[in-house]
Every structure is written in C-alpha cells, then in structure tokens.
C-alpha cells in the first residue's frame, strides 16, 4: 500500500519562500512520475510541477522559474521549494505518485494548505 503525508505548507507574505515536503511509505518500485498540484480558491485541480524517473521535470507556465521540485530516492521524498509567492499561490497543495507497475494508478496525499498574504 503506498500513502503520501505533505508538510511544510503554511501562512507567508508575499515574496516569501516554503518548502513544501512530501513522504511516501510503501514501495516506489513502478512509479513513472512524482508531482505537485494545486487546487486555488475558484479553480480546478492543476498541475505545478512533475518528475520522473529519469530527474526529468516539468512546470506550469504561472511557476515562472520561482518553484523547484526534487526528488530524493533514499528517503522517499518528494520536495517543491517555493520562492517568491504570490497571493495567487495561494491554495491546497497535493502530492501525487502516478505508478505504471507494481500498484498500478494515481497515488495522492491529503493536502497541505500555503496561503499567502499580500
């Protein structure tokens, strides 16, 4: 069974930084692809940042080189550091594991809030 726990979310002001951390207990043999998303007020879930097995990464357009997402395999944690946020950045923040063997589907954690203060 995989289960995903984010952390590190949490009120800033705008300009700050977070570093948002997710955990995942269980095997990531046949996981494809580790991402963030987000849901903000009014909006549907959308993806900020993705990663594969091969380190190769990918970002929304609105992360405008302000985001980083890593993926340390040792610890089984998947990071997004967070600079210079935006009130627009503000929302819950998802984790998710997409796995094309092994438990074959899409894996998410509960969600961890950042809100940012204008």
């Known amino acids: 069974q995989v289960h995903l726990v984010e952390s590190g979310g949490g009120l800033v002001q705008a300009g700050g930084s977070l570093k948002l951390s997710c955990s995942v207990s269980?095997?990531?043999?046949?996981?494809?692809?580790m991402a963030w998303y987000r849901q903000t007020p009014g909006k549907e879930r959308e993806l900020v940042a993705s990663?594969?097995?091969?380190?190769?990464?990918k970002y929304a357009d609105f992360v405008e080189g302000r985001f980083t997402i890593a993926r340390v395999y040792l610890k089984n944690t998947l990071y997004l550091q967070m600079h210079n946020l935006k009130p627009e950045d503000t929302g819950a923040y998802y984790c998710?594991?997409?796995?094309?063997?092994?438990?074959?589907?899409?894996?998410w954690g509960q969600g961890t809030q950042v809100t940012v203060s204008s």
């Open positions: 998710s594991v997409h796995f094309i063997a092994g438990p074959i589907g899409d894996y």
């Open positions: 269980g095997t990531l043999v046949g996981a494809k692809t």
């Open positions: 990663v594969t097995n091969w380190d190769t990464t």
